[in-house]
């Protein structure tokens, strides 16, 4: 009972249902061709009254509304085009400076790098050649001291070989011949005494 | 010729001494030669007149130059010594009074060979001092030799006398 029971419920739904999609389907059907009537009827009488409406003082004043309207977008568009030419060029002018500024910092960097290695190098330069310079003065040095102390000794030595020549020729010239023989008579016999034995032999045996 | 019994005078320091004495004694053997052929066999009765240094070299060695006999061995020693006598040569810077070489020849003769034939020089460049030379050696006794001898003396005067001057 039950179960026929919800048949014909069933049934009765679809039913109504088939009947409510028929019915809007009929009338939309009936309100598109309505509205597609107005549609054509209202282009028509546009079309028939345009020229009413669309006269040359209303031509003229679209004409410089939309000048206006042109210019005014112009206006703003080439405003906005400056101001973004404006920020482009600071953008660009501040990459510049900032690429300029990092190849400059860069270039510098690299030319006080290649300063200070050159200004090294001639520091090194300078060091090595004042080493070189301290060191063949040192060796000068110690050359010119050496010979001047060989000159030195040769000049002692000279002087100590003909010592005797050089007191006996000041005591020649300072005393010339004032010292007599007879002053000299203790020296001269005293002198032959003490040597006597090797004259003696000398004259006696010829040795 | 035997050597014993002669001397020479002290006059007679040189070869020129004695080749003087020589000279002297032969002059007297012609004189007393001569005088005796001319007076037939009579001889003199006194010497002619002679020089100090004949006279002492007849008195040292006892000969009596009247005989002939007695000049012939004067001559005969000195010709002996004028080749074979020792001979030594001694330089003074200046020259010697006669007082000094003969006092520095009897010296020689006292101590080293009474018959020594002393010949004497001058070399200025001595100053003080003298030096001898004999046929082998030469013997300096000069003051520039005593100086090189004394030379680390001196070298150490001369350099207390320098420390001195710098302090």
């Known amino acids: 009972m039950t179960f026929w029971w919800l048949v014909v419920i069933l049934i009765t739904l679809g039913a109504v249902g088939v009947a409510l999609v028929w019915l809007i389907a009929k009338l939309s059907q009936i309100g598109a061709t309505n509205t597609k009537r107005n549609v054509n009827q209202i282009i028509d009488a546009a079309n028939n009254d345009v020229e009413h409406i669309f006269n040359d003082q209303f031509r003229e004043e679209l004409r410089n509304r939309g000048r206006l309207h042109f210019e005014r977008i112009i206006g703003e568009n080439a405003m906005f085009l400056q101001q973004d030419l404006r920020l482009t060029t600071s953008e660009l002018n501040e990459y510049l400076k900032q690429e300029l500024g990092k190849s400059l910092r860069e270039e510098f960097a690299k030319y006080e790098q290649s300063i200070t290695d050159a200004k090294q190098m001639a520091i090194d330069s300078i060091e090595k050649t004042k080493q070189t310079i301290e060191e063949q003065r040192a060796e000068l040095s110690q050359k010119l001291n050496e010979e001047v102390e060989a000159e030195k000794q040769r000049s002692i030595n000279r002087f100590e070989a003909n010592m005797a020549d050089i007191i006996n020729h000041y005591v020649l010239a300072a005393i010339g011949q004032q010292i007599d023989l007879s002053d000299q008579m203790e020296y001269i016999l005293s002198e032959l005494e003490a040597n006597k034995q090797a004259i003696s032999e000398d004259i006696r045996h010829g040795a | ?167």
């Open chain 2, 1 to 167: 010729m035997a050597r014993d019994g002669f001397s020479l005078p002290p006059q007679t320091i040189s070869l020129g001494d004695l080749m003087r004495l020589k000279r002297e004694l032969i002059a007297l053997d012609d004189f007393i030669h001569q005088s005796e052929l001319r007076s037939l066999g009579h001889a003199l009765k006194t010497p002619p007149k002679a020089s100090t240094a004949l006279n002492n070299y007849a008195a040292l060695n006892h000969l009596n130059f009247l005989h002939a006999e007695d000049r012939q061995k004067g001559i005969d020693f000195l010709d002996h010594l004028s080749v074979h006598a020792p001979r030594a040569h001694i330089s003074f810077a200046i020259e010697p009074s006669a007082p000094t070489i003969r006092k520095i020849a009897g010296w020689f003769r006292d101590n080293i060979d009474p018959l020594l034939l002393l010949n004497t020089g001058i070399e200025p460049s001595i100053a003080v001092g003298f030096t001898l030379n004999t046929d082998n050696h030469y013997h300096d006794f000069s003051l520039r030799q005593h100086f090189s001898k004394q030379r680390d003396l001196l070298i150490e005067a001369i350099a207390k006398s320098d420390e001195a001057k710098r302090s």
